[in-house]
Each structure stands twice: as structure tokens, then as C-alpha cells.
């Protein structure tokens, strides 16, 4: 900001941010999924863990017990959207199968799905990072799985054309070389 940058941060799905990438509404993303054949530029910026949580009072009713996929479809889910995009991988990962359950809630924000979480409105899947601190303080609890939950690559994405712009540049270069927030 001190060098005269303007930032201004969306959120959203896949087709939200690729849409905004091609439109030229956004000059950078940040995304889960690999944008392949979309006629834009990316690298890997880092990786996350997925984590199967929930509220400790809800983790008792599993009593202890290794978590499989049966034991989750009698207690209620909350997710990301309809589509379960955490979900989905875990599960693959996890139990061999796609999840064939439906969330009681939905929320389009990490946060607001910890939150549910902690409050126990439902297990959920997380990345590691948006849930560490809520593991540490004892509010989520992580349940034991057979099988360690899938690692996540997050990619930096970026319409070619931006590049024109050296702001977009040096913006993308300071992220890629894993610098500090501007």
C-alpha cells in the first residue's frame, strides 16, 4: 500500500474466480484447483492439509472411535456449498467413495464454516491453516481417520494480459517468493 497499490479482495468458487480472471475484473487469484486450459498463467504457491473436524461435544459421539465414512453419514455436515468441494477429496482420499450425504448448512466462507463448526452445528473438512487455531484452543477437535486427509496444492493464477502492468508483476513475484502481505 505504502508504493501506491490498491488491492481489493473477492471470494468465491472456481467459476466465480476463473470468470473474474478472464474478464479482467481481477488481475491475481488465489485457487485450489489447477487453472489447465484456461489460457491463463500459474504457479504453486504453497499447500494445505485437510482436516475432518468438529465441536468436541459432537467428536464424542463418534466415542473414540476411527472415524469411517457411515459413522459421519448419521451426524450432520456442513460445507462449503452443495457440491461439498472439501468434502469430496477427503472422502476419495479417506474412505475410497464419494461422499453421499447432504449438509444441514452451508456457508461460502472458511471462517463461517469454523464457526459453525465450533458453535457444533456439524462436522466439516478444513485446511489445516483455518482451523489450527480453534484445534489448539480445544474448541475442534480433529477425528481420527484410518487414513491421514489429502494434501491441497494452492495455485497463483493470473490472466497473461495483466502482465503488461509491472504493479501485477512485482505483486505476483513477491507472493511467488513467499514474501509477506503487501
Known amino acids: 500500500m505504502a508504493q501506491g497499490l490498491r488491492l481489493r479482495i473477492g471470494t468465491g468458487g472456481r467459476d466465480r474466480i476463473y470468470a473474474a480472471l478472464g474478464e479482467g475484473h481481477a ?32 467428536a464424542a459421539r463418534a466415542k473414540g472411535r476411527i472415524v469411517a465414512a457411515d459413522i459421519l453419514r448419521g ?5 462449503y456449498d452443495e457440491g461439498l ?10 474412505f475410497d ?3 453421499d450425504l447432504q449438509a444441514v448448512a452451508t456457508a ?11 458453535a457444533g452445528v456439524g462436522w466439516t473438512v478444513l485446511p489445516d491453516y ?3 487455531e480453534a484445534l489448539a484452543l480445544g474448541r475442534l477437535t480433529e477425528l481420527p481417520t ?14 497473461p494480459g495483466a502482465l503488461r ?11 511467488l517468493r513467499g514474501g509477506p502481505a503487501l
Open 85 to 94: 468441494p472439501l468434502i469430496r477429496p477427503f472422502f476419495a482420499q479417506v
Open 146 to 159: 484410518a487414513r491421514e486427509g489429502p494434501d491441497n496444492a494452492l495455485y497463483l493464477a493470473w490472466n
Open 108 to 118: 461460502p466462507d472458511l471462517r463461517l464454516l469454523t464457526g459453525m463448526a465450533v
Open 130 to 132: 483455518v482451523c489450527a
Open 165 to 175: 502492468q509491472q504493479r501485477v508483476v512485482a505483486v505476483r513475484d513477491h507472493l
Open 27 to 58: 488481475d491475481l487469484a488465489v485457487t485450489a484447483s489447477l487453472p489447465e486450459g484456461r489460457g491463463l498463467g500459474f504457479a504453486e504457491l504453497g499447500r494445505e492439509r485437510l482436516l475432518l473436524v468438529a465441536a468436541p461435544a459432537l
Open 97 to 99: 467413495g464419494l461422499p
Open 75 to 79: 451426524l450432520p455436515c456442513i460445507a
